[in-house]
């Protein structure tokens, strides 16, 4: 007998009829002699819904309250499933976020799971239900709810998972798994059946969508994350550690590659040249939790005065010029520029890693490609491009190709 937690994201639950497939879906592994806890988001664009809505009665909505409206998308849809499983005869639990004991800290709309008590979830394993959770949300120290950001049930799944040491976490949505590169936008994109956590956090950051966090609380607490479609039984993607008998050539080849289209560039043009002026931009930006990707500071001929260009999602743009414009007299910023029209394409693999030749084969292929880069950036296993958004599915296929991705 196994433990297991499976989470379907809100596209399997998006209608009636869907959430009695994953019930039965649900049944069929109890069936089979497995323990289940089972994590749900909200029916389909129910927390874009809420968003809007929430916007329809104040501009910048305050973050509580939204918090509040936004966990409510969950707890529609887990008590909906119990319900489906209890009509066809087994008995089911739904527990929001704070009754499975998820504790956060409290920065509301992308809090962090500080905690989780198991003990209600035990306890209801123990009596043989299926227990049905809330994803995407859990209780601040002053029992206020919060959420953990967009798309976080992944991440309540992982770390539910982790804290009843389950055998592994299963996510299951409307793709198949992880693959090369995006199918939709690659034709000869081929499914992974295998990849590491170290890879695949680069490919979740980079664009694959998965919330990159659940794939750092896997790689930490040694979850196995299964990724395959609710809709098929189609085999799917096994997030783990590399073993040791990957064949050789695999593990010296790239992994895939990631784009991501909501780029936007801002440079800070002027700021003096001295100690703490990278500083003193970022850590307001950093509070605010504007997260910033790509950094280029340039060297400045006299020495005196410097441009610092750096990139955030288009989403934040708004938000990051506003901040920036409070701190312009401080820092005595001569000019503030921004693009919102880019995008960011990544090639990823851990065969990279040592290996000379990635870089300038990766620029040659856009190069060929007529793809002009605006920014580089690159960790050990992957090297990323900022390029103009209209070329980016382009440029994906190119470098799917040129790195010999394609199958068949
Ligand atoms: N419902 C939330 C969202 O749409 C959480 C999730 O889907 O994982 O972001
Ligand atoms: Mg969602």
């Known amino acids: 007998m196994g433990l297991f937690v499976h989470k379907y994201g809100g596209s399997s639950v998006a209608d009636a009829g869907k959430i009695v497939n994953v019930a039965k879906r649900i049944a069929g592994v109890h069936e089979s002699g497995h323990q289940v806890v089972t994590v749900v988001s909200a029916m389909g664009n129910t927390t874009d819904e809420l968003i809007d809505l929430a916007r329809t009665v104040a501009d910048e909505p305050d973050p509580r309250e939204l918090d509040l409206l936004l966990s409510t998308g969950e707890l529609v849809s887990i008590t909906l499933l119990s319900m489906a499983l209890r009509s066809l005869g087994y008995d089911a639990i739904s527990l929001s976020g704070p009754q499975a004991g998820i504790r956060t800290d409290n920065a509301y709309g992308r809090a962090r799971i500080s905690e989780v008590d198991p003990a209600r979830l035990q306890h209801e394993l123990a009596k043989g239900r299926l227990v049905i959770v809330a994803g995407f949300q859990g209780l601040t120290p002053d029992e ?91 085999p799917g993607t096994l997030i783990q550690q590399p073993s040791d008998e990957a064949p050789m050539e695999d593990r010296i080849k790239v992994t895939g590659i990631a784009y991501q289209t909501n780029v936007a560039k801002v440079t800070v043009c002027g700021v003096e040249d001295k100690p703490g002026v990278a500083a003193a931009l970022f850590e307001p930006l950093a509070a605010s939790g504007i997260s910033v990707d790509t950094i280029v500071q340039n060297t400045s001929a006299d020495r005196t005065t410097t441009d610092i260009s750096f990139t955030v999602t288009s989403d934040d743009l708004p938000q990051t010029l506003r901040q920036l414009s409070s701190m312009e007299p401080a820092l005595s910023v001569a000019q503030v520029i921004s693009d919102s029209s880019l995008a960011s394409v990544s090639v990823v693999g851990s065969g990279m890693q040592n290996t000379p030749g990635y870089a300038s084969r990766m620029f040659r292929i856009l190069a060929d490609g007529g793809i002009n880069i605006d920014m580089i950036t690159t960790s050990e296993i992957r090297i990323s491009c900022i390029i103009d958004r209209e070329q980016a599915h382009e440029a994906v296929r190119l470098l799917h190709r040129g790195f010999e991705l394609d199958k068949g």
């Open 144 to 234: 206020d709810i919060t959420t953990l950001g967009r798309g976080g049930s992944d991440t309540t799944a992982v770390a539910l998972a982790a804290a009843l040491r389950a055998d592994r976490c299963d996510i299951y949505t409307d793709v198949e798994g992880i693959y090369t590169a995006d199918p939709r936008v690659v034709s000869k994109a081929a499914k992974l059946s295998e990849v590491g956590y170290d890879e695949m956090l680069e490919l979740a950051a980079a664009g694959a969508k998965m919330h990159p966090r659940s794939i750092e609380l896997g790689a930490v607490y040694k979850v196995p994350i299964y990724v395959a479609s609710s809709f098929t039984d189609a």
